[in-house]
């Protein structure tokens, strides 16, 4: 089984260098066409089901898929359960400054007409997960946004067409944070995308590496790039992307500071390449999910993957129990991943200490080797359903077979 292995803590963090300072810069003048909403949280049920394999709407779904959707939903497994108060309510603020809102008209129709889907990454451009956009939909209208929480409402509330976030990286593990919205909100993965890193040290025109004194990036390209920098004697500052730093170091014209990003932002905001490909390691990859408001329909005719997330009573053996449904029917995992239970983070002992909190509760994330239209899944997931508390499928989608 290739997966990687469950962090019962729930959190994987990397130290940073202790060169690296956490650093925020005051709001650019640069034009900032980003999402931003205010987030007010109130306490209502989200009901979680098998999205993937049943429509939302009936007859939209039998209009769209005729008979054999029908007999494929009517033949597959309904796995339901519920989070109790579950803190889900946004509010937009200042729309008039956001992109128009997309209706459920132009939606239907954006490919028959030939219009540009609207995808929604977090950054700014010339951020990695721009080109992650652009790989995932060529000639896409990418939008940037301020946050993850941003880029999952303005696909959940019809501002853009899809989402693409980074969900995993080979060097610097998970995007915790990315797995928890994913719960939180109500869409779906549709795809993924596997995009090659490639840091560059970028600065000014006229700027040489002997004139920098300091560098600034994301702390996980710092990291990525730790030897390389050392040996320049730069200094490390974190700041919230790599494309930000970019553009950070070009509006204030720095001379001491360089920035560790993309070729294109290079290109994006004026700056020159000082050096190339600056990453400790070349085998450095970035997985990105590709999310929509609707599931797609699995199929068998390519390399299927299938996401879900599953909470499991405390007990010995329960783990391996769970596991075991797919491995009994040699169903491969790549993927797993725990979480804490955030509505309900310690259970109560039953035991001689009088109720004390023993244990904690956790959500497992799992992505393996199959489709929902396999009957063999299906199985695993009744048998899973069996002695899982909670049960959620997060998508069945195409793999990405491609290296990078």
């Keep these: 089984m290739a997966a990687s292995s469950v962090e019962r803590s729930g959190i994987a963090t990397t130290p940073f260098p202790r ?29 979680l089901t098998l999205a993937s394999l049943r429509s939302s709407d009936e007859s939209t779904s039998n209009r769209n898929y005729g008979g054999g959707h029908r007999n494929l939903v009517g033949g597959a497994m309904e796995l339901e359960s519920a989070l109790e108060d579950f803190p889900y309510d946004v509010e937009s603020k200042d729309m008039h400054t ?103 040290l970028l600065a000014n025109h006229g700027v040489e590496i002997e004139d920098l004194e ?9 990291d990525q790039c730790e030897n390389t920098l050392m040996k320049l004697g730069l200094v490390r500052e974190a700041v919230d992307d790599t494309a930000g730093a970019a553009k950070h170091v070009a509006f204030h014209k720095l001379k001491d500071t360089g920035a560790v990003a993309s070729s294109p932002a290079a290109g994006i905001y004026g700056l020159q390449i000082l050096a190339q490909d600056i990453q400790d390691d070349s085998d450095n990859v970035t ?11 699995p199929g068998t005719d390519r390399p299927f993957k299938t996401s879900i997330v599953f909470s499991l009573e405390e007990g010995p053996g329960v783990l391996f129990k769970a596991l ?11 993927k797993i991943e725990s979480r804490p239970l955030r509505m309900q983070p310690l259970r109560a002992s039953d035991d001689s200490n009088g109720g004390s909190p023993k244990y904690f509760d956790y959500l497992f994330y799992v992505d393996f080797e199959a489709s929902m239209a396999d009957q063999n899944a299906q199985n695993a997931l ?23």
């Design 287 to 297: 997985r990105f999910l590709m999310l929509a408001r609707e599931p797609i329909i």
């Design 98 to 200: 956001l992109p128009r809102p997309l209706s459920s008209t132009h939606l239907s129709n954006s490919v028959s007409d030939g219009s540009r889907l609207r995808v929604a990454y977090q950054g700014v451009r010339g951020a990695y997960s721009e080109l992650a956009a652009d790989k995932a939909y060529p000639n896409c209208e990418a939008v940037p946004c301020e946050q993850f929480d941003t880029a999952f409402e303005a696909a959940e509330r019809w501002l853009v067409d899809r989402a693409v976030l980074p969900i995993e990286n080979s060097l610097g593990g998970s995007i915790h944070r990315n797995y928890d919205l994913l719960l939180r909100h109500r869409l779906h993965i549709v795809g993924e995308v596997k995009l090659a890193v490639r840091h560059c």
């Design 19 to 47: 060169h690296v300072v956490s650093k925020r810069f005051p709001s650019d003048h640069f034009p900032k066409p980003t999402l931003n909403f205010e987030i007010r949280s109130r306490r209502c049920r989200i009901g």
């Design 214 to 222: 300091r560098v600034l990036s994301h702390p996980q390209a710092l």
């Design 324 to 334: 075991a449904v797919f491995a009994l029917r040699q169903i491969n995992l790549t």
């Design 382 to 404: 009744r048998h899973l359903k069996e002695f899982a508390t909670f049960l959620r499928v997060l998508g069945s989608y195409p793999m990405d077979t491609s290296m990078t």
